[in-house]
């Protein structure tokens, strides 16, 4: 049962002949895309510096992108929408939008082209964009002085580890708008190295998973600070969230995202609001007692301002809810259980050693190790109406990141797998969920494809299985980098930083 | 959530005092038992070796273990049964039986020595097996004239690959009884090295993951054989099925096991009956048309001796099979999934590159893999009541060998965790699916610690999910020696090779 | 020896006081710093495509970066040179070459911003460019006319594994200066799947260790073809390197970039010869015989107008060539011996199965396997000076990607770590090899933080060991990326794609 | 350079034809040699346990062995030595030791039974030992009435990591016999589990890496104590080495080998002396200071009883020193660099994270990591004659264990790849250093071949390479087991228990 097969084939009669003029076409069309892209860039930089504009394609941000990412972000479209979006569409409209003296927004120039093209009518680019994004227009000269000296709220990150520094690269890249968050400190433990500083640098900088970081570091030694694309990061080294004065470095009313692990209820990160400078704190794990867990997309407006403790769940929560919640809108759950195949974590072991939890100790790059999750159990704290229905378990095995949920789900009425996946991918491309719930439809991926997924999950529709009421869905998600993505959404939300959002995002 | 957490715990107060006594106690028992296992084993040797009697402890084999093997295998009762077991115990069963001149015959002197034990009352060790045992006791002269030249059967291997191996080195290690299986040779292709003989020689010595053959090996360059625990092993060139002339080296009447995957179909396996000396043919892989898929345990009181061809089915449908079986005799199944997460396969490549088959061109150590499988749909063609009944999936994972499947079942009746878990320890201890179903109750079981087990599947307890007719079974199989003893066990089938059993392995 | 020790560290005093403008100047610099480089890429295009200027900074290729590319690679310069870099010293270098309608060329804008504020003094940028790039200036209109359809090189990949496919990758993303290397088709077998071209094209797309292509894949199923950033590429289906017409799609006087390693001789190649359309033949890998084995940077200066076929050596030995001609120029070396420890490649197995070769038929994922390389022998085909002075050997270990060489010399003068480093960082930053060479200080890299190097050899300066005439140098390598980046500029050299270069890369 | 060639090769003819009683013949030889080894076991275990006295065959020991076992154990002499050695041979000699009432010793009864048949003569086989192994003829009375209650040593591990675990296996396995050292007591922190008695003895009984316990494990919970294989292990909790008072539980003058590589000089290591019972401390790792590192083999008679505090050195020193006295004492060392390809350890992180150490904190499972290491330098430690000769490096790769050392070396004489590979073929077997240095000839060796080797280090002959007065030797090593089957010959040296030796072990 080894041996792969060789079968001949027969040769492929070749008919088409393809003229030179045809080659060169293609090659010139790209060649204008470029040269179109190359002049949104300073338009789409602008808008994202001046008028704390964030643009996107169909979701994808282009902000930051290179020529090429931009191009690419318009030919996803073509996977999700049946017609093409060229740079040719949007060009206009970014042109336009740099004239509009616009407030802060999230604008996506993708869908607005579509819709601008689709109306085919006679109507000026900017007769269209003033009606269909009113509410800002114009609104930038109010807004800037507004903002002066108080548009970005501070943020700490409270331990470095694996999600800290993702959640640092997330912060450090979104810096660069005016009504944003900003990274002032991290807090660590002193690790007992000599250079401790450039170390927590050169972490920041190098990652064996997600490649090098995208900009340039320098470590202010004097300072005790780690300057990050411009970002002045304070480290702080101290052993207790209790015990650290904020305001001393010029931070205050801050949100610390507590990335250890260590406390996981009210009285522990209750603690780090006994430190001076600190209004609230979030977890990035699973919080217990009555800490509100939340799911960014699903229930993260029940977040109040009485609120000082929250947590961000887990990163299995986070990929799995959304995907039941858009099932059980549209077909009703009975029962369920979720399945995940998770990459280990540094809270396992290289080699076999000792280990507080079961089967964890063992030599986590040699083996499949069954770990207990409270992740489809929990799923029902940020979305009630599944509580009692599912039940969840987990294999880690040795990949380094990215991970797969499987639902298996008794519904409450018949699916099929056309369907379901039909309604998926609507879900990703036009509901409310598009920043959550990614669709792929390859049969090629397989799961490093998916690392630096910033969604918090991705439909593989190929692997759908669907029959009578019963439904299987296969759900990959970046464990580290798609979970680090909804928790800062989760604290801009804190935060209050809120944009209005061009066009809605809902079905129709 | 990254950093393990560290709590201090208080001193665990210490009051027993152990006497020196009590300490050198244990080890002078443990010394006893080992002399008494000593003297065990020219015992064991001999009742294999002249009689064919093939002995075992609660279905683990003794033969040629070393004396902590046969000490281990008694002390696995404990395990399983409410009581202990010692080699005082069945050092006198031994005894007896080797005085029985007995017949051809698996017996299980655990078994039994526990129940003379139970018994309790004053009869001779030798009246209570004569009773037990009657069909054989006194059959050795009768067998052994009747056997003369003819109690072994030709096996040829084609194909040489894992499977290939490993069910040579089985057939190796049991070739010592009278009446078995006999690997006369394997046929390969010409693989175009110089040493092509010392290359299959050495891969049959050392494995990377099963580990070095157990035994000696030499190469008879001159014979073009290899020379394993003295079973002369011709190795033949070929470039087709029907190209042999097995007669030519005094191969006879072979049962050929293909395990190269080439040929699935009636037609394809069906050349190896043109080679002059082949009678039957099995394919270690699910066979297609109308080819029997055997899963031993299960169905193979289907194979009748018209059946020229057979399959062995997939590594998967046996591992699930027997358990999917018990749970359906015992609660029904309404409807399932089977996922299973599996080790790679030399099927997968290295780093990406072209593959016929989808995904499977990925790189195999560096992702989870979703790969196709039918092994859950080929249940029914064993198990034809599950037809209709059951998906499933598998999720190729960076790990060379152990598999898990995961049964997740809506069943007809209620079922606990508690009363599932008992009925499958009971299966794996005293049913006829004994030598296919396995059952480990440890929280620290990971997938190496399966490498090399003999049995189709190993219930994994403490991981069972139940809740009202809902069941998550977890299973765990070595994906290539479990599957090897299956395929072993349905070749003796096919030989004839059949012995009486006894005890009879059946739940009371 | 394995707990790792906890030793509490006392507080780092914190004294320095950053004020609120100190730390927004930061983030002012910042995105002062995008704006600029963001005006840039338009510029950066423009001088590509139109001019067919490849512009870079200190050898970091700036075309179709992402703004942030940008800044990196002129933070980069702050490593190797004592002064710093900024956009605000390259910006005006890059408008005036702008103006200067030049003809093609390789303009370093980061060496002449340098110079250029070095030299102090008040000529305008213009009139020192008019002196610096003298030879180009003005060149355009002449060059576009004498271009016009004949400027570009049809290039043929036959074989389309690893490394064809990251030589499409570099060919493709080159495609857009004028004249240049054109990717014309891939010839490969049929290779058994329905949808086989989109599976190329998906290879090409996606990769486990590369990640996804820079750019957008369509399939033209229709006339065979994949087009990857509007590069046309004929897929060619055949079973013989002499069996193909390539002149029937319009390809002609192509070179064939043999990428199979079935052939490594003249009989084999040359059957390339005999294919319409073929005028040159490129072996990626050692070539047999009398082949010229080419390694980039050290004597490609023998390719001749007669050199019908040519080798581009290994990985390996492209890897160490440069840095053992560059210590052999400066110390002389007695003898020597160089052990690489590599990273798998397909040629090896998953798991344990029959291969041709020693050892390699071992599991890759599993095991250290010592495999005989030519590697270091090889160099002397390319630096005969070393003739008969080096020995080599490697050992394959469990990663996907990059290699290390370990260079173990007799050295003719004496060394020290501070003076080879010193030198060979010069190498890196100003000589003739800068593209062969680079040089990395840092003391916490590790092999997958050269995923992705073009350099053929990257020198690890903190690992150097050197005791009197004795040197060790230990010098990490893509094994598949820098060597194909070689192989590309062996092919454009081939092509005659010659370009002058600014300022000229030489030690002073 | 992927795809790997297929050529035809042409039939081999077959022209031998092998009778069926040739066939037969073999099988035949076989099983009366598993008929004679079998009643070899009671003899083996009797001789061990009665009288003290450890049999091998060519240094492989055949305590505990199984039948097959015992006859590769015999078959081994073939690869070594001119004649081929059966247990025809040995079981005379045994048969007779049994009937000399023998006092303790170390008897080889392969190189016995070879020089008895070599000898060839009519002495009867009692006469010839009754020379051979005078000293120990007769004294089995007098011995025993001499041991009776202080013929063994107390043992105590502080800590129990990898090695800690692999040190108790191999004292476990050697505790049957009368004199020896006694595993009383292992010494860990509380853990924070519940169940952290029977966690620590899970990790006994399962390994990822080396398989299985051999034997029996139960947890003692009122006791606080493991009973392995009727050893009786005290499980002492403790926050240090300087608390403890073993006395308490009846354990005295003992020797703490401690595993942590918390302390490594004598102020650290010397708490373990202040702990009440305690006599002498060993430490597995490099010691600090003037601590002598004995790496047993090479200066083990440097320990005099003034010794309190003593290192066993590193495992890579251990693998490499024997080889260099070899070639040191045979052709002279100039000068020379080891480098060694390591397998991950504990110390590192599954994934990026702090760590104290350069490039440790580095993904182990994705990297190859540059370490240093200062085993080439410790060499002189234990052999002065090399003192400023060597340095060393090592790259740690992800493979879980198994190293390999590359003695790269300038030498004082010419020297060949044939005459030094016979001259360490010699060496391990019959020098003094026949335990520490293995030596192994094949084309087909891969690391994981070497799992639960016992010997130092293993000489991988096929890769030797030479050339006038440089050598390179690449050494094997299981950095865990290896090492720790040399901690526990040290130990042993230090409590006294020491074995006459029969025959000696030197080269003639």
Redesign the interface.
């Given at each position: 049962?080894?041996?792969?097969?060789?079968?001949?084939?027969?040769?492929?009669a070749?008919v088409?002949i393809?003229?030179?003029e045809?080659?060169n076409q293609?090659?010139?069309?790209?060649?204008e895309r470029?040269?179109t892209a190359?002049?949104m860039?300073?338009l789409?930089?602008?808008l994202y510096?001046k008028n704390n504009v964030v643009t996107s394609v169909y979701g994808r941000s282009i902000i930051?992108?290179?020529?090429?990412?931009i191009?690419?972000a318009h030919?996803y479209v073509r996977q999700v929408e049946d017609s093409e979006l060229s740079v040719h569409d949007t060009m206009p409209i970014l042109e336009a939008l740099d004239r509009l003296e616009l407030g802060t927004a999230h604008i996506d120039i993708g869908k607005l082209g579509v819709k601008y093209r689709d109306q085919g009518g006679s109507e000026s680019v900017e007769d269209f964009l003033k009606r269909e994004i009113a509410p800002v227009v114009g609104k930038y000269g109010e807004e800037s002085k507004k903002n002066e000296g108080n548009g970005t709220k501070d943020v700490v990150l409270y331990?470095?580890?694996?999600?800290g520094r993702l959640l640092a690269r997330i912060m450090i890249e979104k810096?660069?708008g005016g009504n944003n968050l900003r990274l002032r400190a991290i807090v660590?433990r002193?690790?007992?190295?000599e250079?401790d500083l450039e170390?927590?640098a050169?972490?920041l900088r190098?990652?064996?998973?997600h490649?090098?970081f995208?900009?340039?570091i320098t470590v202010d030694e004097?300072?005790?600070?780690i300057?990050a694309?411009?970002?002045?990061i304070?480290v702080?080294?101290s052993d207790g969230p209790d015990k650290v004065d904020y305001t001393?470095?010029?931070i205050d009313n801050a949100i610390v995202i507590d990335?250890?692990?260590?406390w996981r209820d009210e009285e522990g990160l209750g603690l780090h609001l006994k430190s001076k400078g600190v209004s609230r704190v979030i977890l990035?794990?699973p919080g217990k007692g009555d800490i509100k867990n939340i799911v960014y997309g699903i229930n993260n407006d029940w977040i109040t301002d009485e609120d000082k403790i929250l947590s961000a769940a887990?990163c299995t929560t986070n990929a799995i809810t959304p995907v039941l919640k858009a099932i059980y809108d549209e077909y009703g759950i009975v029962?369920g259980?979720v399945?995940t195949?998770h990459s280990?974590?540094?809270?396992?072991?290289?080699?076999?050693?000792?280990?507080?939890?079961?089967?964890r100790?063992?030599?986590?790059?040699?083996?499949?190790?069954?770990t207990e999750t409270g992740a489809a159990k929990a799923v029902s704290k940020a979305l009630p109406e599944l509580k009692g229905k599912l039940?969840g378990?987990a294999?880690r095995?040795?990949?380094?990141?990215?991970?797969?949920a499987?639902l298996?789900l008794?519904l409450e009425k018949d699916v099929s797998v056309e369907s379901v996946n039909e309604y998926l991918r609507e879900m990703a491309l036009h509901s409310e969920l598009q920043k959550q719930i990614d669709f792929v439809n390859?049969?090629?991926?397989?799961?490093?494809?998916f690392?630096g997924s910033r969604h918090a999950g991705v439909v593989?529709a190929?692997?759908t299985?669907a029959?009578g009421k019963?439904l299987?869905l296969?759900v990959w998600y970046d464990n580290e980098f798609g979970y680090s993505a909804q928790v800062v959404r989760v604290v801009n939300q804190m935060a209050g930083v809120t944009y209005p959002i061009f066009p809605k995002r809902t079905r129709d």
């Open positions: 049962m080894c041996a792969p097969i060789f079968q001949p084939v027969p040769y492929r070749e088409h393809v003229s030179h045809q080659i293609h090659l010139t069309n790209w060649t470029e040269s190359e002049a860039i300073p789409i930089g602008r510096r930051n992108q290179s020529v090429i990412g191009i690419r030919r331990g470095f580890g694996r999600i810096a660069g660590v002193q690790g007992g190295a250079n170390k927590r050169s972490l190098r990652d064996s998973v490649g090098p995208n900009g340039t004097e300072n005790s600070a300057i694309n411009g970002n002045f304070k702080i080294y001393s470095y010029g990335n250890t692990g260590k990035t794990a887990s029962d259980h399945e195949v280990y974590t540094n809270d396992q072991n290289l080699i076999d050693n000792y280990h507080k939890g079961s089967r100790g063992r030599s986590a790059p040699l083996n499949m190790v069954i039940s378990n294999i095995v040795p990949t380094p990141n990215v991970s797969m499987i298996n008794n390859s049969p090629e991926v397989v799961s490093t494809d690392v593989d190929q692997a299985i029959n019963r299987i296969y």
